[in-house]
Nanobody
Framework: QVQLVESGGGSMYAGGSLRLSCAVSGYTMYGYCLGWFRQAPEKEREGLAVINSDGITDYAESVKGRFTISKDSAKNTLDLQMNSLEPEDTAMYFC????????????????????RGQGTQVTVSS
């Protein structure tokens, strides 16, 4: 059973930083595309960043240069470092995984990866 558990969300003022982490279990990270997406009230799902088994990444334009995705295969964790936070970044953040063959693009995670966590809330105040 694949399980994804997010942590690290919270409240922050604009310009600050947060680091989200996703603990993954039930499979080897080498056989999956992994990523983060967010969902704000009354807004569409937005794919933010993905990483494939070779470490190749893709980012949404809205977060490029501010957010960094990384994974630690030894620890089975997926992280999202978020810098220069803006009020528009306020949302529920989810990590997700899709088994190979998978597409490691933000467009693909928008369409839906097979597994996702329960989410962690990020609130950014001006």
């Amino acid at each position: 059973q694949v399980q994804l558990v997010e942590s690290g969300g919270g409240s922050m003022y604009a310009g600050g930083s947060l680091r989200l982490s996703c603990a993954v279990s039930g499979y080897t990270m080498y056989g999956y595309c992994l990523g983060w997406f967010r969902q704000a009230p009354e807004k569409e799902r937005e794919g933010l960043a993905v990483i494939n088994s070779d470490g190749i990444t893709d980012y949404a334009e809205s977060v490029k240069g501010r957010f960094t995705i990384s994974k630690d295969s030894a620890k089975n964790t997926l992280d999202l470092q978020m810098n220069s936070l803006e009020p528009e970044d306020t949302a529920m953040y989810f990590c997700a995984a899709d088994p190979i063959p998978c597409i490691a693009t933000v467009r693909a995670i928008n369409r839906g990866y097979k597994f996702r966590g329960q989410g962690t809330q990020v609130t950014v105040s001006s």
